[in-house]
């Protein structure tokens, strides 16, 4: 099993989770799956690899060790498929993490999923440009329930 399996299996993974948070009922079940077989599939499978890599049990034919000090030590960490894969991982678990919150946020303060989607998507497609436009969009709400959750 190479990089690219693993690369394809996290982003069909990811993209099976926005769908069913974006176009699904918002089930109890449902979202417990989008926390549990989502993100914390995606944390074990970036948690798996990063130790792998850092400890050699994986190896990486590649090569590129792991220097977050500099701009061209990371730069050296996405030159292979091993540290994309992991980067990319990191970034969807983050980013369907963040999506499940606005979902369950967007829901407690009775703002429609028709205003949540387009929040939803730009969040899964661009991170933090989604959770700094529901940042913006909650707060009305927040303040009409009297209460910053």
């Known amino acids: 099993m190479g990089w690219a399996f693993v690369f394809s299996a996290v982003n069909m993974a990811a993209l099976v989770a926005w769908v069913a948070l974006i176009l699904l009922p918002r089930w109890p079940a449902l979202l417990s799956a989008v926390l549990y077989l989502g993100v914390g599939l995606l944390c074990l499978t970036y948690a798996t690899g990063l130790i792998g890599l850092l400890s050699g049990f994986i190896p990486n034919p590649q090569g590129g060790g ?65 959770l700094g436009l529901w940042l913006l969009i909650r707060e009305p709400a927040a303040r009409r329930q009297g209460r910053f959750r």
């Open 66 to 130: 792991a220097d977050f000090s500099t701009i061209a030590g990371v730069r050296a960490i996405f030159t292979s498929d091993a540290g994309v894969t992991i980067g990319w991982t990191h970034y969807l678990a983050f980013d369907l993490f963040v999506g499940l919150w606005i979902s369950r946020d967007g829901d407690a303060k009775n703002i429609s999923r028709f205003l949540q989607a387009p929040i939803l998507l730009a969040t899964f497609l661009a991170g933090p440009l989604g």
